[in-house]
């Protein structure tokens, strides 16, 4: 697995375009929880070999209205990923996610609890992840790195 964060508009969603040369493959999906709320799981009928869910920091939001026990919810969506990716060779998923854990302490409980959430489901999604990345203004700092991709 593979986490890339950084800040808002810094460049997370072009750089991973270009370092897995998306333009020049037909085996991937993308999948916008900016736009889609709906939690995509693995299941056998997804053919592709590059799988890239974006916006993590936003499902992770719906899913605290949604859910009570959302840390127990979030590390067996993250264990599924990674099973499913080691079930084949050449599978590889990435999560993008913006930090949101910089800058001012939120004012609003809710927005503090999302935070926190949120800051614990990526120390669990980088745990798991061969690699991680930071991007800021275009520029990437890989903080982990395990084999090759």
């Known amino acids: 697995m593979h986490f890339v964060t950084g800040g808002a508009f810094q460049g997370k969603r072009s750089w991973v375009s270009s370092n897995y040369r998306l333009n020049v493959r037909d085996d991937w999906k993308w999948h916008n929880y900016y736009e889609d709320s709906d939690i995509l799981m693995p299941n056998e009928l997804l053919s592709e070999k590059l799988v890239i869910l974006e916006g993590l920091e936003e499902i992770v939001k719906h899913s605290i209205i949604k859910e009570d026990v ?53 120390q669990e999604l980088a745990s798991l992840s061969s690699r991680v990345d930071i991007i800021w203004n275009g520029l990437a700092q890989t903080i982990k790195s395990e084999g090759d991709e």
């Open 70 to 122: 959302i840390r127990k919810k979030w590390k067996s969506i993250f264990h599924a990923w990674k099973t499913w990716e080691l079930a084949e060779y050449g599978r590889t998923v990435i999560f993008i996610g913006c930090d949101i854990s910089k800058g001012i302490v939120p004012i609003l409980e809710s927005d503090r609890k999302w935070r926190d959430i949120t800051g614990w489901c990526y």
